[in-house]
């Protein structure tokens, strides 16, 4: 047993399951970048079985990143296992995660097979995937639900026969710390060549608990292995956050006596990349990255923290990447200077006319704001239309009256494949009527199941950021859109929503 904990990252995988959540190819580059910049062991990049877009996702990402290994979801099956290793042929560092739910539940009443057969199925899949890559990760999904003599059946059959990795989820959320540290404890104890593998935790957050649970399954189970998404993104509740994990361990390393390699300094960008990309807004009292996490109000905790710092604070903000927040252009800043703080932020452009979009974008906002903040930067790049000029629909401008007493009316231009068109409507206020002026032309029909509007950089000069979620025969998607004026914003949010809801829906549902 290793005393480093091994942090698994799935906020690609299985954060990208949350309704609303999913992203594109390059956004999903983008955000792997980053995570190599936190240093994260292992990046799960997707499901590559799952769609044609998540089978190139994986591939890209498996190509790109050098440091992490990269890992694709896969079902227990020869086909899905296959795709997985053809899409993660070019990394240096590859890892095939199958699965097949092991409770009584789920045998019957989804996968309707007998034990039998799952333990078979474990067994053959495993035996597959062990000949195209070296790094084979099992899990039996809804474990912790499972039959005890059962689990220690499958898990012992798919060590022998090559698991690397074997990974507990508690896939609904159910468990509580002690119970669930005593149940990867009592499972490597009783399987007789547990001792072969590494030890994962998998916590879904249903009761609030997948930190906890998590930290339980390390220090009374002996896991090494933590698998958590950024800012806890993930389908229902969530999944166990990353930040709050990796910042329990490091700060509290008396206890857990554990190694981590992650560099927490790019926890809060990669926190805010996540945020923005994905719409899923971060909310304030958020344990290391909510806006007031290191905020102190109460004069007395004021005064205290200006005497002696660790009187109220037991983790520094710079360790978590909070002082990063600082002016980095403004409307002089020149191409080069752009270039320069894409580079750092981790955004790749494919090519010259990319960036010269995106840097028309970027003087456009510098014109109408005068400190640009990386944060200010991400929020136009998570534009997908700045990037992506093959978008359905994009924005061109918008007026609108309100006032006092009367009902407001706005006037939408946007593109439609190119061709400029206009919408106009009244409303119960203008960001209702500028949305009604795009649906009077576009007709969707969909239903706005979100509507949220927070200040990217915290006063009322900085931008205003607008998710847009619509739901429409079935399919949730977010739509993300910024601009100092917050009608803008809602405008550009619903017709980056509108251009994901116009994106194939091919994909297979992970626990389908
Ligand atoms: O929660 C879960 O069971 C999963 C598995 C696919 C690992 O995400
Ligand atoms: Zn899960």
């Known amino acids: 047993m290793t005393d480093k904990l091994i ?28 995570l190599e910049r936190l240093k994260v062991d292992v990046i799960e990049a997707g499901f590559a ?40 042929k070019g990394a240096n560092n590859a890892r095939i995660h199958t699965f097949i739910a092991t409770s009584a539940l789920h045998m019957e009443k989804k996968l309707r097979m007998s034990p039998d057969q799952v333990l078979e199925q474990a067994k053959q899949s495993v035996r597959f995937a062990r000949n195209l890559v070296s790094e084979i990760e099992f899990s039996p999904e809804d474990g912790y639900r499972s039959d005890m003599d ?19 989820p508690d896939t609904v ?89 992650i560099d927490t300094r790019q926890i809060v960008a990669a926190s805010r990349m996540v945020s923005q990309t994905t719409g899923f807004v971060v909310q304030p009292n958020k344990a290391v990255v909510g806006a007031n996490a290191f905020a102190h109000a109460s004069g007395i905790h004021q005064d205290g923290v200006l005497k002696a710092r660790d009187t109220y604070e037991i983790m520094r903000a710079e360790d978590v990447g909070w002082s990063a927040n600082k002016i980095v252009l403004g409307k002089l800043s020149g191409r080069n200077a752009f270039k320069q703080r894409l ?7 494919q090519s010259e006319s990319e960036i010269n979009t995106a840097f028309a974008k970027f003087k456009e906002l510098a014109d109408r704001k005068s400190e640009i903040f990386d944060e200010d930067i991400l929020a136009l790049l998570s534009e997908e239309s700045v990037l992506n000029d093959n978008e359905q629909f994009a924005f061109v ?102 251009n994901k809801l116009q994106s194939k829906a091919d994909r297979v549902a992970a626990q389908g």
Request: proline fraction near 2%; glycine fraction near 10%.
């Open 150 to 168: 059962f689990l220690c059946r499958v898990i012992e059959t798919v060590i022998t026969e090559g698991a690397t990795t074997i990974n507990v």
């Open 49 to 88: 079985a799952s769609s044609n877009g998540d089978f190139e996702a994986v591939q890209t990402i498996a190509k790109a990143i050098k440091d992490s290994t990269i890992c694709s979801l896969s079902r227990a099956n020869d086909r899905d296992i296959s795709r997985a290793a053809e899409a993660l």
């Open 397 to 498: 401008s918008l007026s609108q009256h309100s006032e006092t007493g009367e009902r407001p009316q706005a006037v939408v231009v946007f593109t439609v494949a190119g061709q400029e068109v206009r919408g106009e409507s009244d409303g119960n206020g203008p960001v209702d009527a500028s949305l009604k002026a795009i649906e009077s032309h576009v007709k969707s029909g969909a239903e706005m199941v979100l509507y949220s509007v927070n200040a990217i950089s915290g006063s009322t000069e900085s931008q205003g950021e607008v998710t847009v979620r619509l739901q429409n025969s079935g399919r949730v998607v977010n739509g993300v859109g910024a601009d100092p004026d917050i009608v803008v914003a809602s405008a550009k949010a619903y017709l980056a929503a509108l």
């Open 343 to 349: 580079q750092d932020l981790g955004v790749e452009m």
């Open 173 to 261: 959320g159910y468990a509580v710390p002690e119970l669930y540290g005593n149940f990867i404890k009592t499972l490597r104890e009783r399987v007789p060549n547990s001792d072969k593998a590494i030890w994962s935790v998998h916590c879904h957050n249903d009761l609030g608990m997948a930190v906890a649970n998590s930290l339980a399954g390390v220090k009374i189970g002996g896991a090494r292995q933590v698998e958590c998404t950024i800012n806890g993104l993930g389908e229902r509740a969530g999944n166990c956050s990353l930040e709050e994990i990796v910042m329990a361990v490091k700060t509290r390393k008396d206890y857990f006596k554990l190694e981590l390699g």
């Open 7 to 34: 942090i698994f990252d799935t906020t690609l995988r299985d954060g990208e399951q949350s309704p609303g959540a999913s992203m594109t190819r390059d956004e999903k580059l983008r955000i792997a970048r980053q």
